[in-house]
């Protein structure tokens, strides 16, 4: 699934944060496919908080949830059990608190995930448009 929204806008910074199997692999290649910059922040790895801040940079944080049921489904053999999920959890706590958009990936396809994020993508584009114009 691809969506060229370059020509409409000067895409802004993303950075994608989640536990293992909620799909941000997947997700940063559809939204490079569509003109986006996009960081991929392996935090669930990474005992530093705010390494995704630290890494990326962002304009915008999005955060891929998944459930320990449908993270299994996805990779039956590469997941550990219910504990690592819950420190992934953990390890993941401040870029929740800080994300700007939250998705849980468990009950939705690969172009369901990519469509709620280029519709809360184009919210947002549309909230900054008219910031700017209400400042002019």
Not at 69 to 75: Q, T, V
């Amino acid at each position: 699934m691809t969506d060229d929204r370059s020509a409409e806008r000067p895409a802004p910074r993303l950075a994608l944060v989640g536990p293992c199997a909620a799909g941000k692999s997947t997700l940063a290649e559809v939204l490079r496919a569509a003109g986006y910059v996009v960081r991929h922040v392996a935090q669930e790895h990474s005992h530093v908080p705010d390494m995704w801040r630290r890494l990326a940079r962002p304009d915008l944080l999005i955060f891929l949830d998944v459930s320990y049921e449908a993270a299994l489904a996805r990779r039956p053999r590469g997941m550990g059990g219910p504990d690592w999920m819950v420190e992934q959890a953990d390890r993941l706590a401040h870029a929740r608190a800080h994300c700007d958009f939250y998705l849980d990936t468990s009950p939705l396809s690969i172009p369901e995930v990519a469509g709620r994020v280029f519709a809360f993508l184009d919210e947002a584009a549309a909230r900054h448009t008219a910031g700017r114009r209400a400042a002019s």
